[in-house]
């Protein structure tokens, strides 16, 4: 097994239009350096190169111009090529969200773009022979389910250490929560709590972190605040939590199968009754205070007329881990149904993968929160996405 690790920061030298919150004025400083960090892992004979963007989404055709130029030269597979975000809503706008009027801040994705490539590369050409040490544990009482406040929700940090020499060069950290304790009203370019997570644990290790987002759809801190709390303090009780609790685990990765899924999902919501049927519910309801909110969603969406979103995903089959890639905010339902369907692995997420797609929502619960209406996905389209997942997977 080999691994790299390395880490660019991109953070503008002026002032920009933010991604999130659909905010109409720029960003008026910086409370803590947007990233790009990479790693890489080759694992028999197999590489794959990952690259997490500090920003809220991915749009598809940025994330295949990358891999084509780089597996060209590298000589992969493009899927091995992973491109990722860790959905912080206090970074540069690169791309337009579907729901939002903000507009990208084009000449900063192009520098962007090309800054990855160059990256990815120089990831490839400096891995190292290591081993692997897992660790892991769950989170309790700061972050949850946001829409049922006992509802289920995935706690787990996983942290896998990498070592050359028994010296660490670089981690691999996963947590599944929405990067949201910044609000609309804060103008300060940051990667949010999964940034302050990130260059916390780096202090203490000595070492990179590259650090992912998961299952974390319908999962932030808003049933757990005391309106004191500020980014250093949650990230400093997540690490208190991982190193009093954390359990350890050497692990041998010698084997790697890939899986790659695409499936095309056709959606016509001007023209779909359930959609329309959720549109009168709302319609009547004087007393939900987010009528407004939910009719413009609408608006959009059935603007849309009739289009096609590919979703695919990426499934890393290292024996004892298995890594899955998804394009959007996945529900914690639907992370709890794909655990259930390997209990003998630790299955670990990436989400904001490749391409946003919005939120992917349960059949059962569609309809019922905030996710619906800004779901680009007909009801029960990703369910059959995470089921072909499942499928493919076993």
């Given amino acids: 097994m080999k691994t790299s690790f390395f880490k660019r920061d991109v953070t503008p030298d002026r002032s920009c239009r933010m991604g999130g919150y659909d905010r109409k004025q720029k960003s008026t400083g910086v409370l803590d350096p947007i990233q790009v960090n990479y790693m890489s ?17 991915l749009e598809k055709s940025f994330v295949e111009e990358i891999q084509e130029e ?42 962007l773009k090309e800054q990855i490539k160059k990256d990815l590369l120089y990831c490839h ?27 289920w929700s995935d706690k787990s940090f996983h942290v896998l250490k990498f070592f050359h020499n028994n010296q660490l060069i670089g981690s691999f950290v996963n947590i599944s929560t929405h990067p949201t304790l910044l609000n609309g009203n804060n103008l300060l370019l940051s ?44 990230a400093h009780a997540i690490l208190q939590q991982y190193n009093q609790k954390k359990t350890t685990e050497n692990i041998t990765l010698d084997q790697c199968e890939l899986k790659d899924i695409a499936y095309d999902s056709t959606s016509d919501f001007k023209n779909d009754p359930i959609h329309l049927s959720i549109r009168k519910r709302v319609e009547a309801d004087d007393t939900n205070p987010m009528k407004d909110l939910f009719l413009h969603k609408c608006d959009i969406k ?80 990703a369910d059959k996405f995470i089921q072909k997942i499942i499928n493919l997977a076993k």
């Fill in 125 to 151: 050409q400096h891995m190292q022979i290591s081993t692997l040490q897992y660790e892991t544990c769950m989170i309790d009482g700061l972050y949850g389910n946001r829409n049922v406040k006992d509802g």
């Fill in 302 to 381: 059935e603007a849309m007329g009739k289009f096609t979103l590919q979703l695919r995903s990426l499934i890393i089959d290292y024996g004892n881990i298995m890594i899955i890639t998804l394009p959007g905010d996945i529900l914690s339902a639907f992370g709890k149904k794909i655990k259930a369907a390997f209990p003998n692995k630790i299955v670990i997420f990436i989400c904001y993968s490749g391409n946003y797609c919005n939120y992917f929502v349960p059949e059962e619960e569609y309809g019922k929160y905030f996710e619906t209406f800004n779901s680009r996905l007909q009801i029960g389209e």
């Fill in 41 to 57: 892992l080759e694992v028999d004979q197999k590489v794959i190169l990952f690259a997490m963007i500090d920003c809220i989404c």
């Fill in 191 to 234: 990667a949010d709590l999964l940034g302050h997570v990130r260059n916390q644990l780096e202090e203490q290790l000595q070492a990179p972190v590259f650090i992912s987002n998961g299952t974390c759809g319908d999962v932030s801190t808003r049933f757990y605040r005391d309106g004191h709390e500020d980014l250093d303090q949650i």
């Fill in 70 to 111: 780089v597996s060209k030269i590298i000589g992969i597979a493009k899927h091995q090529i992973i491109i990722s975000c860790i959905h912080t809503h206090s970074a540069p706008c690169y791309f337009k969200l579907t729901f939002e009027s903000v507009p990208a801040e084009t000449a900063l994705t192009q520098n």
